[in-house]
């Protein structure tokens, strides 16, 4: 196990550095953000002043050398526009993007693993196939649309539950969370629900093939022609069998919630980090585009290695080292 993680530890670093290379050209090879950061009534001594303060002035491979060394010591860089470092503005808007990353979670695995169960179950009667067609609409619906349907319908027309912003927090261990007031949930539950539709229908139909492909498997027919009951059937032969693949993706999707989440949190004007790097986008906010890839990169890698311990736990033909020969 320890010469398994170690091995993805250093494919790892390679990881981050071909991407930090990729990332760092061709974002600072895209608009010039000077022209925003400087009133068009500034002299050019004044700009010339905050080209050189920025580290502008120099070639740019020189520029990615200064920002490597940087990152080295835990340095992403200083944000243009804020004049903060990237990554302390970055890791301040993380916790409203993970608490609407974990309830999206959550969402999928109590709606989209019952539903796929028993549209797998059922997959020849009207109650499967009703499931597995709805399921398709998950997969159809833009996301940005999805999201500004559920804003007309339960903000404008039902006047139910608010259609932006996030709700009062509490700190919890000094990281301030809304799931802990009324209020917070009222702002949280839209926008999770709009993250969460495409992967429920995801979980469904991955879960729901895999009860119909496990049925049909000859240690299910060989429990029931010995009399177990289906409830036990279902619970310790069928589902304990499919997990590996749901969990698998389930942890892919927790990694792709956080860093897609931009188009749900810009449409719901959720305080995230996919927020954030809308606006640096726009802003032209080079070091906080760059730290936010690489701080993504970084939890795709540690969510990948998470997932393939688990495939151990969950099942022990599984080898985490190659068997010698």
Not at 236 to 255: D, S, Y
């Amino acid at each position: 196990m320890s010469v398994f993680i170690l091995r993805r530890l250093l494919q790892s670093l390679f990881v981050l550095l071909a991407v930090s290379l990729v990332v760092f050209f061709a974002v600072y090879a895209v608009g010039d953000p000077i022209e925003l950061l400087v009133s068009p009534d500034a002299g050019q001594a004044e700009r010339a002043a905050l080209i050189a303060r920025l580290g502008l002035d120099l070639p740019i491979w020189q520029q990615y050398g200064h920002f490597l060394w940087r990152a080295l010591h835990g340095d992403l860089g200083v944000s243009f526009v804020h004049g903060v470092p990237a990554i302390e503005l970055i890791l301040s808007r993380f916790p409203a993007t993970l608490e609407l990353v974990i309830v999206a979670i959550l969402l999928t695995c109590t709606i989209g693993i019952p539903l796929g169960l028993v549209a797998g179950l059922y997959r020849e009667r009207y109650l499967g196939r009703g499931i597995m067609a709805s399921s398709v609409l998950g997969f159809s619906l833009p996301n940005f649309w999805q999201g500004m349907v559920f804003i007309l319908l339960f903000s404008v027309w039902l006047g139910w539950l608010p259609a932006s912003g996030r709700g009062p927090t509490v700190n919890v261990l000094g990281i301030p969370l809304s799931i802990f007031t009324a209020e917070g949930w009222s702002h949280l539950i839209l926008p999770a629900v709009n993250l969460a539709v495409a992967n429920i229908a995801l979980v469904l139909r991955m879960t729901a093939s895999g009860v119909a492909e496990a049925q049909s498997q000859d240690y299910v027919r060989f429990a029931r022609a010995k009399g177990i009951r289906p409830g036990r059937i279902v619970r310790r032969h069928i589902l304990r069998n499919i997990m590996i693949p749901v969990v698998t993706v389930i942890g892919m999707e927790f990694g792709t919630l956080i860093a897609y989440s931009t188009i749900t949190e810009t449409v719901f004007s959720w305080p995230g980090m996919g927020k954030l790097l809308i606006d640096s986008v726009y802003q032209l906010d080079r070091p906080v585009v760059v730290a936010y890839v690489m701080l993504v990169t970084l939890l795709f890698v540690l969510i990948n290695l998470i997932v393939d311990v688990l495939y151990a736990v969950l099942d022990p033909r599984v080898q985490l080292t190659e068997q010698s020969h």
